[in-house]
């Protein structure tokens, strides 16, 4: 009986997702969050560069990306707004370079994590150098996984005590969603993206923070010159995509971007296996944020839907 259970988790949310198309281009955030400092991987272009603009200057940013150049000069145009930056040039491919920005980002008081650094390789697995392939985990997986476990313990635990609420965006891919044969690794490393920010959202749903998993189509940036690849058509600008990033953060878990995709978030995005293991209450969380303490602002939890078992 899985297919109306579908129905009935999809279809609604689906719609309400058509509806909320506008809201999602209107720029605030769901719960009028202010970041005050946010640490953005790969700022040195495309993307990261945009999310550095898109967020208000009252946001200090730490920028980071290999490029020091690049940084400086995105920090002299930002600081002529009138914004706080700091950067840092670091290779997250290195275990030093990822320890180096965790300790940095350790000295501020980061309450937006913006894991967008990423690569992606063109070719045939096998003929593939691995360590191309190497290279493409550690960024895009490892580098992640080192800052979530770096930071977002203190990141939750300032926002319980100061009664705020902090953010994290993962930038995966539209890629997330299958497999891509010419691009094996990439689309690999895109979906365990995916199911990490889809799991860690469930964990942390009653703690002080809102975490999405941004999916990226195709956008103009330098990615494609660095895999290889042609720019196809009808890409997105990164300012647009940035834009819908920060403006989905706090609706919803998973967002793909462009209005087309939108209506689809729901349904590619939807974790069969997350309903499923809906784990009894008493056996959840059963750690250091078992239970939320403090006065902080709730979101209206809009996953209980999609996360209940279904009715057998
Ligand atoms: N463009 C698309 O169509 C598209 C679609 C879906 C998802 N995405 C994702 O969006 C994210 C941003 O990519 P983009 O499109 O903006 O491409 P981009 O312009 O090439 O930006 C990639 C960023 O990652 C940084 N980076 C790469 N390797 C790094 C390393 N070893 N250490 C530290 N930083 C590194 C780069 O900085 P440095 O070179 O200065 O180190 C750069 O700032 C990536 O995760 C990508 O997978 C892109």
Known sequence: MLFPHWIAIAGPQALQRLLSVSEAFCGEHRHGTQYRTALITGATSG???????ALPPETMLLLTGRRSERLAASAARLTAQGRTIHTLAADLSSASGRIAVVEWARGFAVDLLICNAGLGTSGRFVETFSAAHKETIEVNIVAPLELLDGLLPSMVASARKLGRRCGVIIVSSTAAFGARPGMACYAASKA???????????ELRDQPVDLLVLCPTYTYTEFFARAGLPIP??????DAVAREGLAALGRRTVHLCGRGYQPLDQFFAFNPSLAVWRWPRRLRMSNRLAAPQGDFPRKTDHRKRRLAPPRL
């Open 233 to 238: 058509r009808d890409a997105m600008t990164p």
């Open 192 to 202: 365990f993206l995916l199911r990490l920010g889809q799991a860690l959202a469930a």
């Open 47 to 53: 993307i990261g560069a945009a999310f550095g603009e």
